[in-house]
């Protein structure tokens, strides 16, 4: 079930909420290890999670002022769950599993709706549902989701943040992000409209073309699959401080990911080009 929702409501919200988090860990100390949910249940806010940032922090004035800067009219009651100071095992090895083809799809959707817009529904991928307390069967007309059927709702809670914007920045995060702007260029080559990275690295103290395993699946491709993975490889830096750098990543705020929905920073159409099919 995906929710998508304007960021001053729903699962958008808890993203804000987790994001302002992190970036405070950040002003203490820059080389954390966080990983932190948001649980929006309605009368109250439920904070969960892990860092390695040593003290408590008053994150119920922190962030009802950060609300009431992004002129969000509401008050927020805060459980502060988080496990402070913890000490996280070093991973030698990192795996990520990314489907975008369902990115892709919620991308189209997202461009469908008006920029100014209020929307808070649930799509139901795998039963071709969407669930809104609203009329949005116009829109849905005009894009992807026209076969869907539109199941009327009331709003439920909770809502939980997705996991990305609660993660300090580390391997695991610059990955997630960097597969996205992968998966961009690729789908705006339309070399494939869906795609499956499996992406796994064997040393995470020393990332080349040696020690990172790349596998690929899709359905749409019109080329092999060792051609793309060939292409991936020599095409796009895997090293992460090289991602990093490219997109200052040390000094970038998911924010304005999160409220702006159409326009996300690993947006970057820059590899097309180069991408010579055979």
């Known amino acids: 079930m995906y929710n ?24 203490v100390d820059f080389d954390h290890k966080s990983r932190i949910t948001v649980t929006d249940h309605g009368n109250f806010v439920i904070i969960n999670g892990r860092t390695s940032i040593p003290s408590f922090m008053n994150s119920s004035e922190i962030l009802n002022q950060y609300i009431k800067d992004l002129k969000i009219n509401r008050t927020l009651n805060i459980i502060d769950l988080i ?19 369902t990115s892709l799809k919620i991308s189209n959707l997202i461009e469908s709706l008006e920029k100014n817009y209020v929307h808070d529904f649930n799509i139901d991928i795998k039963n071709d549902l969407i669930f809104s307390d609203i009329d949005i069967s116009e829109i849905l007309n005009e894009a992807e989701f026209k076969s869907y059927k539109l199941v009327n709702r009331q709003k439920d809670f909770p809502y939980v943040s997705d996991d990305f914007y609660g993660m300090s920045l580390d391997l695991e995060k610059t990955y997630k992000f960097y597969l996205n702007y992968v998966t961009y260029n690729i789908f705006s080559k339309q070399l494939c409209k869906d795609l499956i990275i499996d992406l796994k690295i064997n040393d995470t103290n020393n990332v080349n073309h ?3 395993d790349l596998n690929l699946y899709s359905e749409s491709k ?8 060939s292409m991936i490889l020599d095409l796009f830096k895997l090293q992460p401080e090289e991602i990093t750098k490219k997109f200052d990543l040390k000094n970038h705020d998911f924010e304005k990911d999160i ?7 690993w947006q970057l159409r820059d590899k097309t080009k180069e991408m010579i099919t055979f």
């Open 259 to 265: 409220i702006n929905l159409n326009s996300k920073s």
């Open 210 to 212: 040696d020690t990172v």
């Open 222 to 229: 019109i080329t092999s699959m060792m051609w793309l993975k």
């Open 4 to 27: 998508i929702t304007t960021y001053n409501k729903g699962v958008s919200f808890c993203n804000l909420i987790s994001n302002k988090l992190i970036n405070e860990f950040n002003k």
């Open 83 to 101: 496990d402070y100071n913890h000490e996280f095992k070093k991973q030698s090895e990192l795996r990520i599993i990314s489907d975008l083809s």
